[in-house]
């Protein structure tokens, strides 16, 4: 029998299945998607439906009442027999942006937990500052270690003209239009105790006209 006789008494495989071993039919090695079609999971509505909500639960804390800013961190290193150990300080001012502010230093082995220590001693070292709406009431002159800052009350529009740890304490206690400068040390913890004195200085009308009288 020739080669043209047997491929004509073959029976003829139908269009889409190869057969056993093929990859187009629904054979064994064909598609194996079942009889669901597209197995799309994505949302409740079934195959191809809008996502469900998300589950993140990672923002839902209580918020804070308090502003904190990170001024500075630290590191200090110490040489041992199997290495080098890290040790972490962070400076930490907090304030409610209505005239109340406060420092905090925490030191700890990792960055978070000297956060968090400089975070809590700074809600409760909270001290009251005299403010005039969005700036101060009078020029003053901080002095603090080997800081001296130098703070004046500025035109409403004016903005914060500061820098530095200087910024971070005006920012938080509510200031909005201050002129300032750093006439002093470079020291982070120095310019932001020189602030707080400077600060702490201020007094309104009625309290001089109280004190006078």
Do not use: W
Request: include cysteine.
């Amino acid at each position: 029998m020739s080669e043209e006789t047997k491929k004509a008494a073959a029976p003829a495989t139908p269009a889409g299945n190869t057969g056993p071993a093929g990859n187009a039919g629904p054979g064994p090695g064909g598609d194996r998607r079942g009889p669901g079609g597209n197995n799309n999971r994505r949302g409740p509505g079934g195959p191809g439906g809008p996502r469900g909500p998300r589950r993140d639960n990672r923002n839902e804390g209580p918020a804070s009442e308090y502003n904190d800013k990170v001024v500075h961190i630290n590191r200090c290193s110490k040489v041992v027999k199997g290495g080098r150990r890290f040790n972490f300080a962070a400076l930490i001012v907090a304030g409610d942006g209505k005239g109340r502010v406060g420092v905090g230093y925490g030191k700890a082995k990792e960055v978070p937990d000297a956060i968090r220590k400089g975070t809590d001693r700074a809600h409760r070292a909270l001290v009251h500052v005299n403010l005039r709406n969005n700036t101060i009431p009078h020029e003053v002159i901080g002095r603090a270690d080997g800081g001296v800052v130098m703070l004046r009350p500025a035109s409403p529009g004016t903005g914060l003209i500061a820098g530095g740890g200087v910024r971070a304490v005006l920012e938080v206690v509510g200031l909005k239009d201050v002129l300032s400068k750093s006439m002093g040390s470079n020291n982070p913890q120095a310019i932001v105790k020189a602030t707080l004195d400077g600060l702490a200085q201020l007094r309104t009308l009625e309290q001089i006209k109280s004190l006078r009288a």
